[in-house]
């Protein structure tokens, strides 16, 4: 993957062709699932057109029907919360732990929290994302980064051991902000 100048990157978007002409006037839809794992927003692969083409032939398709494209855009990363970093991924155990403290245990106790549905995650980022501002009151941050762990092992020896590296895992961009992406096009 090339990374381009000044904290932009290529980021990908897969969906159905039934989409093409919307998603090019309107921008990538905002996802408002409560398990979002990274927050609401526009979902992109960082540098992975294939994993994108893959998420359109394998989802999209099958529950929209048309064919399988790929959207290519370029996403201003400046104003990230990046939980890649570990000051960021402390600024999210910080808004946690006052969420857990606000809310009544009854609450906590109904979250889903698992490998698909990140309550506690998409709120925490949510809020975070929400309440940071710069001193001119815009927002701090306009998207979020996160590595995810996802598949099965890359490889597996006959010796029993295997690779600490899954054959889905990958770097995902959510766009909270459209004035984040650059330029978007279908490639």
Sequence with gaps: MSELPNGLVWGYHGTSSVFAKKHLTEGIPVTN???DW?????????GDYDRAEEWARLHAITKYGGTP??????????????????TDRRLLEEVVKEMCDEMP???????KQNYYTRELDCGAINNLVQRARKSDGSPQ????RGAF?????VYRTSEGLE????????IQINVIQN???HSLEIV
């Excluded at 790929?70 to 990046?82: E, K, M, P, T």
């Excluded at 941050?141 to 979020?144: D, G, H």
């Excluded at 762990?149 to 092992?153: F, H, I, N, S």
Aim: proline share 2%; charged share 20%.
């Design 69 to 86: 494209i790929v959207f290519q855009a370029v996403i201003d990363l400046n104003n990230c919360l990046d939980l890649t970093l570990i």
């Design 179 to 181: 004035t984040a992406i």
């Design 33 to 35: 699932f409560s398990g």
């Design 149 to 153: 762990r996802e598949g099965d092992p």
């Design 141 to 144: 941050f306009t998207t979020v």
């Design 38 to 46: 990274l927050g609401h927003g526009a979902y992109f692969w960082e």
């Design 163 to 170: 690779s600490g590296v899954c054959n889905r895992d990958h």
């Design 105 to 111: 245990l009854e609450k906590r106790q109904r979250l």
